[in-house]
Every structure is written in C-alpha cells, then in structure tokens.
C-alpha cells in the first residue's frame, strides 16, 4: 500500500490478556516509531528502529511491552498482561532514514482493557 | 535525551485573527523541527517543517521560525479559518549519526471560532 498501515484497528481485550498490535511501514522508510496516545493527550514516545535494531526503547513503560521488527518492514508491539491503563490509541509512524525526512502515521490501534 | 515543550496547550482565536504557537528543545544537535495536525479522531499529519539551516520558512497562511541559539521554533498561523481547529504537535529530531528518534512536544488543541 502507499500509506503506513495498522491493525486491527479496534481492539477490545479483557484485563490480563496479551495484544499484539502491527504496523506495515511505507516500503523503503527503514526508521520506524510507535507512539501512545492516551484520550486527548499528547503524543507519549514508545520505540524507534533503525532497520531491525532499536536504538532507542526508553519509552516503553514497563517489562509488559515489548516490540520487534522483522526484515526491516512489519512490526509488532506486544503488550503482556493488559492492565486497563493501557488503554489508548497506539500510533505507528515511519520515515527514509536521511536527514531531514517526513514521518508519516498510520491510522492507529485503539485498545480498550475491559 | 531530547525534551521538547510546547506552549500554550490551548488557544482560541476569532476567524481571521493569527495564531501562534511555541516549542523549546534541549539536544543542541536536534536539527529537523516538523510541525503536525491532528483533526479529531485522525492520525496526525505534517503541515510544515524546518531545518536548522534555515531561519524561517513560509507556505501560504503558515509560517515557521527557528531560533537555534535560544532553542525555540514556532509555528504562525495568519488568517485563522475554522477548519484550522486541530491539535497542533511539534516535534525535533536529531537527524546525525544513525539516531533519527522523533520527540513530539505535548500539543496545543487550537479553536477558531466563527
């Protein structure tokens, strides 16, 4: 596709279960982000990849997320043991990793721990 | 690593009036500031970028200004229409060596009335 792409795009899970959520970058965009976006909050910094690494995985709240990133494309963020703070939209973005390059998002995943 | 605060977090306007909005940053080597929209219930979209080669930059009624020595860039809207009501998210990147992490300021939730 043209666009970055997500899925699913609703996901409604019960409190203690595990949620994968995936993002489809745009092809060739080797940087890739994901973002928490909470009910009319700001946009909360998850991970980013460079290819297949993560430099940087500061963001990710606790040791019930995780993320990875298979041949340099699709990746998928793993949330173990939902707690309903978890709820929100969960936002994927990537970019060509050049200098000075626009990010684009994906529509998002909105999850809600019930 | 990079903090990006944004102000005011919100701003109402009368249609026609100008609207301004302001970022700071705190990595010296950041240099690539991108200003996004996000329309309710949308994923957010670049409507202006500048880079740090560059002291402003203008595309029709929008305007960016980067002040590298202070660390601040801001986003100018001139003739305020009310399809401008949007959250407004800037955002700096520091595009050197091989870390291209995006650090989005908290937004600004801009209401322009008729």
């Known amino acids: 596709g043209a666009g970055v792409s997500q899925s699913p795009s609703n996901k409604v899970t019960e409190k203690g279960k595990d949620v994968e959520l995936r993002c489809d970058p745009i092809?060739?965009?080797?940087?890739l982000y994901w973002y928490r976006q909470s009910l009319g909050q700001g946009l909360e910094f998850l991970i980013y990849f460079q290819g297949n690494s993560a430099p940087d995985k500061s963001g990710l709240p606790s040791d019930r997320f995780s993320a990875e990133r298979t041949g340099g494309s699709v990746s998928t963020l793993t949330i173990q043991r939902t707690q309903q703070e978890d709820s929100a939209v969960y936002l994927c973005a990537s970019s060509r990793a050049t200098r000075s390059t626009e990010a684009f998002f994906g529509q998002g995943t909105r999850l809600t721990v019930v | 690593g990079e903090n990006v605060e944004q102000h005011p977090s919100t701003l109402s306007v009368q249609e026609g009036d100008s609207a301004v909005i302001k970022c700071t940053y705190s990595?010296?080597?950041?240099?690539?500031f991108p200003w996004y929209k996000q329309e309710l219930g949308k994923r957010p979209q670049l409507i202006i970028d500048?880079?740090?080669?560059?002291g402003e930059k203008k595309d029709q009624r929008i305007a960016v200004t980067l002040n590298k020595t202070a660390k601040h860039f801001s986003l100018h809207i001139t003739e305020t229409q009310p399809e401008d009501s949007a959250v407004y998210f800037c955002a700096a990147r520091n595009s050197g060596g091989s870390n291209y992490k995006l650090t989005f300021g908290k937004g600004t939730l801009l209401t322009v009335n008729p």
């Open positions: 092809s060739g965009h080797t940087a």
């Open positions: 990595d010296s080597a950041s240099n690539y």
């Open positions: 500048i880079r740090s080669n560059v």
